[in-house]
């Protein structure tokens, strides 16, 4: 257990619809960062969020948003579903957010868009 | 743009043989650079990482180097086992960014015993 928990772990929703992606960060952590991995892609950076703010954006497209709460959890909104949204979302936690020391990821969730 | 440039993207060894996965970055600033492995439907793991101000290190079987003036760093695994099957990815953060990783492709590994 990393102690970064994801639910739920996996997904399946239909196109055009709407889901929540949580993640809890490790204790102690205060960035949490949104990632998303295709099949046969690599880990494509979303968004990042320092203790309720957000402190950089990626590739992460307009039907997407994301938010960090008060007790640090973070939540990945998926709009308007499509085919290709299909994907394992990770979400990972740092301590701080200048450098990336002690990024440790979460089990992921695991979407199917059908 | 912040790029990370992974070769080779699949890689197959004799079980006992070295491998070595090599990355480029493309912004100078960069100052931290991890190795993850991730296996079959699980979630990245950390294996070793290396800062900007160090050239090379080592953990067991596994080593990083890091050449700062070419903008490269790679990954070397000694004496390989089966269970080093896995993809593995290098990242780098970005000056420019507040500390979030940018990852390379990915390098799926296989070791044949």
């Known amino acids: 257990d990393s102690g970064v928990t994801q639910t739920p772990k996996h997904l399946i929703t239909a196109t055009g619809q709407r889901v929540t992606l949580r993640c809890s960060p490790r204790s102690g952590d205060l960035s949490v960062y949104w990632y998303q991995q295709s099949l046969d892609q690599g880990l494509q950076f979303l968004i990042q969020?320092?203790?309720?703010?957000?402190?950089a954006k990626g590739n992460i497209l307009e039907r997407f948003s994301a938010q960090q709460f008060p007790d640090l959890h973070s939540e990945l909104n998926l709009s308007s579903l499509e085919l290709g949204d299909s994907a394992l979302y990770f979400c990972?936690?740092?301590?701080?957010?200048?450098?990336?020391?002690?990024?440790?990821f979460g089990s992921g969730t695991r979407l199917t868009v059908v | 743009g912040e790029n990370v440039e992974q070769h080779p993207s699949t890689l197959s060894v004799q079980e006992g043989d070295s491998a070595v996965i090599k990355c480029t970055y493309s912004?100078?600033?960069?100052?931290?650079f991890p190795w993850y492995k991730q296996e079959l439907g699980k979630r990245p793991q950390l294996i070793i990482d290396?800062?900007?101000?160090?050239g090379e290190k080592k953990d067991q079987r596994i080593a990083v180097t890091l050449n700062k003036t070419a903008k490269h760093f790679s990954l070397h695994i000694t004496e390989t086992q089966p269970e080093d099957s896995a993809v593995y990815f290098c990242?780098?953060?970005?000056?420019?960014?507040?500390?979030?990783?940018?990852f390379g492709k990915g390098t799926k590994l296989s070791v044949k015993p």
């Open positions: 290396i800062r900007s101000n160090v």
């Open positions: 912004d100078s600033a960069s100052n931290y």
């Open positions: 990242a780098a953060t970005f000056g420019g960014s507040q500390g979030n990783l940018i």
């Open positions: 969020y320092y203790n309720g703010e957000e402190r």
């Open positions: 990972a936690s740092s301590v701080g957010f200048k450098g990336a020391y002690g990024y440790t």
